[in-house]
Every structure is written in C-alpha cells, then in structure tokens.
C-alpha cells in the first residue's frame, strides 16, 4: 500500500469557496421551500436556483465596510440577480444559513472520516489474522507477563477503533442537522414547514428545537468522538515506538530504500511515522475542551463561539485525516519479527510459566499461600541470576526456571518431572485464540 496523507477533498471542504457554496446551497433551499409554500413566485425561484452567484473577492470588499460577512455574502449574490433578489434570506437569521452550512461541511467531512476509520480497521483485521499465531510476550507495567500473540495485540487495537467508529456514527446524527427558525428560534417569520423543506432538500434532520443557534453540544460530541478516537490512535503508535526500541526490536516501521534516520548517525532508524502520529494525536484532542467550553453561551446566542470554530472544525478534521491515513500505512506496511518476539518471550529463563505452575500446585491439594512460596522462590533464583549476567539457559539449553523447579525437593513432592515439564507449554497459551478472534471479527 502506498501511504495516504490528508486527502485533497478533505481540505477542499473547509476552504473559502467551500464555506460559500455551502452558504448558498442553503439560501437557494429556502428560496425553493418558500416557493413550494406559495411565497416566492416560480418565476423568481427559478432565476435565483439558475443564476445565483457570489465572488469572493467582491464579499472580501464589502466586509471591509459592513463588518458582518453574511450580509457581505448577500450582497454579493445579489449583485448577481435582478429584483428577485429580494426573496433571498428571506425570515432568516444569520445562523439559520451559516449554522446549517456547517452542518453540511461537517457531515461531509465526517462520512470521510468514517471511511479512513474502516480503512485503519481493513489494515490492523489483515495483520491480526496475519499474525493470530505469532507468539510474544505480554508486558504489564512494561515488565514481562505471560505469553500472548501479537495477532492478539492487533484485535485489542482492531476492538478499540470499532468503538470509535460506533461513535462517530452516532456523532453523525448528532451533527447533520440544520435550522430555519428565525432570530430567536421561535420561528415568528417563517413556518415549521419552511425549515422541514430546507431540511428535506440538504438531507439533514430539522432540528426539533433551536434558539439562534445550533446547539453547540453536538458540536462537543464530535470533537469528543474524534479525541477519543486519537487516543486509541496514539496508544497504537506508542506501542509500536515500544517494540522499536533497540533493546525490543519486536517489530519497526517500514525502512524504505535510501531512506535516512538521521544526519549524524548513518546507523539510524527511527520510528518517526509512529511519533508523528502521536504528537499528532495531541493536537487532535486539544480541541474537544474549547468545543465543550463552546456549550455554554449567552442566553439565546452570542458569537464567542464562532471564532473557535473557525480553527477547530477545519483544522480538526483536515488533521484527523492526515493522521488516520498515516497510522494505516504504518500498520499495513508494518515490519514483524517473530524471531526476536520469542527471542524476547525466552529472555527471562521461562518465568513467563511461573502461573502456570501456580495453578497446578491446588489441584495436588497445596494451599494456594505454600504453592506461591514454591513458584516465586524459585522465580527469585532466577531473578538473581539473570542479574548476575547469566544465561537465561543452563548447558542442557533448557530455562533456568525449568531447572529450579525440577530441583526443588518440595515440588517433586507433588508434581512429577512430566507435570513440571507439561507446564512449559506454548500451545496452552493460544489455546482460545481461535474463540477470541470469532469474538472480534465475526
């Protein structure tokens, strides 16, 4: 796969042009609601769906002076009209034109969105199946756990960015919704109806009550959704900064030839793709506060909320974008090395086992407190011994645990040398990995 960045139609989506011709779809639907309610004569409705127009150059001139960019906007459209002009905005407020644009920017933007989602899902659903049997150690508080499989590793990431995309779906609702309910919102200038046509014709749901406004916390919601989102999307990236590392190397990103790491160290590779996309992931989430402190305005409207959106809605999306396609190349094109994962597995000297064996012991009928004596003070000789510098294998080439255990007079007491060796076992393991992965893929 070739990796993708932002898509163009993305950024195109929250330009200048972009944000106008959103202004008069809207305007020109309600030209042609009001005309099917009887209001504005076909004749007129007609000349303005066929000749409305604005240039923004001409809005940019008129703003200078009016200091109120949709009546610079009108104006500008009118301009291209004759006397039916007068039909354009009619009983609107600003909002119910700019608010219900957004609405159309928004739920645009967030269907590409939902499709980078499933693409990053497409990628992490190939590499878990690719690797279901791959095993590895698992880690808790970065400390060697027990054996797992990265395929697992790669359905927990998979199970994760479902979630997001569940919410994001829901956000889409939440935010394609439009409003033509007049200054207050009590829709005095213009009927119910109005709005349900304008509504009808933009493929949005009328809102069932506004003031002047949009109510900003579906606005929140969305912002919420993606900085969830980019929080699954950074743990991803910092696990695979994690087996990077020099001392893991369980798995890089993809060195392509001629590629340099940096301009000191010939030597270098470096997981910059993965670090992108957690600083990335920062700013993504640095806009969910100011959309929720966006809820909160004066009475039926004020505009403190306008100038935050100007940033957060298109930089929002254009950067979700950007680091969604950049994590699904990383995870399609991502570098596994199964040889240094076992290596990995096997570094402690099979304390990955030491459960294992716990289990065992209350099944022979010893108390869970002496069999956890059993297995740990034997865990604790290897402990010492890896810290001496010793090989995590005696000359037999078997794990230093394995040994202990079999040495230990009190554990032969209850298990045979057969027990003791069965509890070595790999494939006890990923015995329900096969159930785990129905679970997450079917």
């Not at 929250?14 to 008069?24: E, G, R, V």
């Amino acid at each position: 796969m070739v990796e993708r960045y932002a898509r163009p139609q993305m950024a195109e989506k929250w330009t200048t042009q972009a944000k106008y011709d959103a202004w008069l779809k809207v305007e020109k639907a309600a030209v042609k609601a009001w005309s099917e309610l009887g209001l504005v004569p076909r004749e007129d409705c007609e000349k303005i769906l066929k000749n409305a127009s604005f240039e923004i150059e001409r809005i940019d001139e008129i703003e200078q002076k009016t200091k109120h960019d949709l009546i610079a906007f009108l104006t500008s459209v009118s301009e291209s009209l004759g006397d039916e002009s007068r039909w354009m905005h009619y009983g609107m407020t600003s909002s119910d034109c700019i608010d219900t644009a957004v609405a159309l920017q928004m739920k645009e933007s967030l269907e590409l969105i939902i499709e980078d989602v499933k693409a990053l899902m497409e990628a992490l659903k190939r590499r878990a199946i690719e690797h279901k049997m791959t095993l590895m150690v698992g880690r808790s508080h970065g400390i060697h756990g027990e054996p797992i499989t990265f395929g697992l590793v790669l359905a927990i990431w998979y199970d994760e960015i479902k979630r997001s995309l569940k919410n994001l779906q829901q956000s889409l609702e939440m935010i394609s919704v439009g409003q033509i309910s007049g200054a207050m919102g009590n829709f005095a200038h213009a009927p119910l109806e109005l709005e349900e046509l304008v509504c009808k014709e933009l493929d949005l749901t009328p809102a069932p009550v506004s003031n002047q406004v949009i109510q900003r916390d579906r606005y929140a919601n969305l912002m919420n959704a993606l900085a969830l989102l980019a929080s699954s999307c950074e743990k991803i990236a910092v696990a695979i900064r994690h087996y990077q590392r020099t001392e893991v190397y369980e798995a890089e990103e993809f060195f392509s030839e001629g590629q340099k790491g940096s301009s000191a160290m010939p030597h270098k590779r470096n997981p910059v793709l993965s670090e992108n996309v957690t600083g990335l992931c920062r700013v993504i989430r640095s806009y969910a506060n100011p959309a929720m402190e966006n809820v909160a305005l004066w009475h039926e409207r004020d505009i403190s909320h306008s100038s935050v959106e100007r940033f957060i809605l298109p930089d929002g999306f254009i950067t979700t974008d950007f680091m969604l396609n950049r994590l699904t190349g990383l995870i399609d094109k991502l570098v596994v090395y199964p040889e240094n994962m076992m290596n990995n597995l096997n570094l402690t000297g099979g304390l990955v086992f030491s459960q294992r064996v716990l289990l065992e012991l209350p099944l022979k009928g010893v108390s869970r407190e002496n069999s956890y004596k059993i297995v740990q003070r034997n865990a604790m000789r290897v402990w010492k011994d890896l810290q001496k510098g010793k090989s995590a294998l005696n000359e037999k080439g078997e794990s230093l645990f394995l040994q202990y255990l079999l040495e230990d007079e009190a554990l032969r007491e209850e298990m045979s040398e057969d027990e003791i060796r069965a509890c070595f076992d790999y494939s006890y393991y990923t015995k329900n990995v096969d159930k785990i992965f129905k679970r997450v893929f079917e």
